[in-house]
């Protein structure tokens, strides 16, 4: 039976206990609130990072995962479909890898981690689990993801989004990546999933290309023939050669999705817009053009 991991709070996680626990007594943090303070402290979670003490997957939707890890469980079959691939990330392990919801560092508890899973009964008397462990050999390791969604999905008591990690083992780590750094990673499944590529094309420079959101998410309006206003979300590809100061390449979806919405299928094109208020008073300045691809 495939493991579905129900992820409360936007992220997973990755560690050794033990290697944690190490950590934190070097450091001198007697706080249980290690993701706060992994999250405030940028210089220590870099350390983390470069030390191969947790590696975050962060940013992604809550709800139910199907996980796996090479060699411990079968792999994802043709009824799954490949979205993501990334490696290199440093983990250290000491006897046991957990793999958990991100929510376990709120407030982290090593004495919770015991056995081969953690999980809680819902109201209704559904068990759910929130962290699976796997024994793993003593040793550093270099972390790969690849991240599936369904080719059909199921109704929402089933897992449509899954993550298969692999480890390499390796002597000593040279170097470290940084998962966190969101131009060069992109762990949202469901984003990845729903979303669609597309390219803007500003009306002009000064009044239209958004320079201060490279990293950050876009949200413009589009105006439809019967008069609704939906909401789009963009998140930019800066890194994409084929672009200048006056196009842009990104990817988008409805920010509340609607069935009277158009569907955002290849050569759709819409305009864009920015909301403009001017006290009680709301109007639409049309930025650019946005074409699906």
Not at 207 to 234: F, H, N, Q
Request: some cysteine.
């Amino acid at each position: 039976m495939d493991k579905d991991l129900c992820v409360s709070d936007y992220g997973i996680c990755l560690f050794s206990v033990e290697v944690l626990q190490e950590f934190l007594k070097k450091e001198k943090i007697r706080s249980k609130k290690i993701l706060e303070k992994f999250q405030k402290d940028k210089k220590l979670y870099l350390t983390t990072q470069k030390e191969g003490v947790w590696f975050p997957v962060v940013q992604i939707n809550s709800g139910h995962y199907v996980i796996k890890l090479n060699g411990y469980d079968e792999p994802f079959s043709d009824e799954w479909e490949q979205k993501l691939e990334y490696d290199g990330f440093n983990i250290e392990i000491k006897d046991s890898l957990w793999i958990s919801s991100i929510s376990k560092f709120h407030k982290f508890d090593a004495n919770g981690f015991c056995g081969d899973e953690i999980s809680y009964q819902t109201y209704d008397g559904v068990t759910l689990y929130s962290a699976f462990k796997y024994d793993v050999p003593s040793g550093k390791y270099l972390l790969g993801i690849k991240g599936y969604t369904r080719k059909q999905p199921l109704d929402r008591s089933n897992p449509n989004y899954g993550f298969a990690f692999s480890l390499v083992k390796v002597e000593e780590f040279d170097g470290f990546k940084n998962p966190r750094e969101s131009d060069d990673y992109e762990f949202n499944i469901g984003w990845l999933t729903k979303s669609k590529e597309a390219m803007i094309y500003w009306f002009s420079e000064a009044g239209g290309r958004k320079e201060s959101l490279a990293e950050e998410e876009y949200y413009p309006t589009i105006e439809l023939e019967d008069g609704s206003t939906p909401k789009l979300v963009i998140k930019f590809d800066r890194k994409n050669p084929t672009q200048d100061k006056m196009s842009d390449n990104c990817r988008v979806d409805y920010v509340l999705h609607h069935t009277k919405y158009p569907v955002l299928s290849s050569d759709t094109e819409f305009i864009i817009c920015d909301e403009i208020r001017k006290g009680s008073k709301k109007t639409l300045q049309k930025v650019g053009r946005l074409v699906i691809k």
